[in-house]
């Protein structure tokens, strides 16, 4: 009797060499999250967002994202950085696009109040609170360094507008604190609504300072 054939042994499944593995370096974890942090953030608020939430934006467990952060903070702090700095590269490259100092500021003003924006001085103010709960050294400097970066660019604009000979200022230095500081408090009434008001007479605002304090005779069409 001839013994049943037995099937072939299967070779055995070689294990993949460390080297050969797709594993995404921390680096690039570490902005996925980040990067599933931001809208939400935008949507709900920074007090609102927990490492929860984060994991499951972002398609990981809990454990990744403790593992890549120290805190629900840390994430959310690199979170509205990221979307801090995306938003004014993108208003400086407009501006730099400009033909003119004039055209730079009015394009900056045009960027700064849209219908979109709301969402991103929502974030602009929670980066700010956020500063305000006992955040390191290293927090704070960051925060200094990007309000000094915003005040920068404002003031190249209209530096750019005097030399062109489209302004005529003498303290662009005190322009620029004023602009910033309009901007911020304009979005602030914008945001909370009280009193109303539309992003036209926010830009409206805007401009006529632009105007009184630059000597600008140009009128933005409103």
Do not use: C
Not at 56 to 79: C, N
Not at 195 to 200: F, G, H, K
């Amino acid at each position: 009797m001839t013994a049943a054939k037995q099937p072939a042994a299967k070779s055995p499944r070689r294990a993949v060499a460390a080297a050969d593995r797709t594993r995404q370096p921390t680096e690039v974890r570490r902005r996925l999250i980040v990067e599933a942090a931001v809208p939400l953030i935008a949507e709900r608020g920074y007090a609102a967002v927990g490492v929860r939430d984060v994991a499951a934006a972002a398609g990981v467990s809990v454990g990744t994202v403790t593992y890549h952060f120290g805190s629900v903070q840390e994430i959310l702090s690199e979170a509205m950085v990221l979307h801090i700095e995306r938003y004014y590269a993108e208003l400086s490259e407009a501006a730099e696009q400009a033909t003119s100092g004039a055209e730079a500021l009015r394009l900056l003003v045009d960027a700064l109040f849209t219908e979109d924006t709301d969402r991103h001085w929502r974030m602009w103010f929670d980066y700010w609170n956020a500063g305000e709960q006992g955040t390191d050294a290293a927090f704070s400097g960051g925060q200094a360094h990007r309000y000094e970066t915003w005040h920068q660019q404002i003031r190249a604009l209209a530096q750019r507008g005097v030399t062109d000979g489209e302004f005529d200022a003498d303290d662009l230095d005190g322009f620029t604190v004023r602009f910033a500081a309009l901007a911020d408090g304009l979005a602030l009434q914008r945001l909370r609504q009280a009193p109303p008001l539309s992003t036209q007479d926010a830009r409206r605002h805007l401009n006529r300072l632009i105007e009184t304090e630059l000597g600008s005779e140009r009128r933005s069409p409103e």
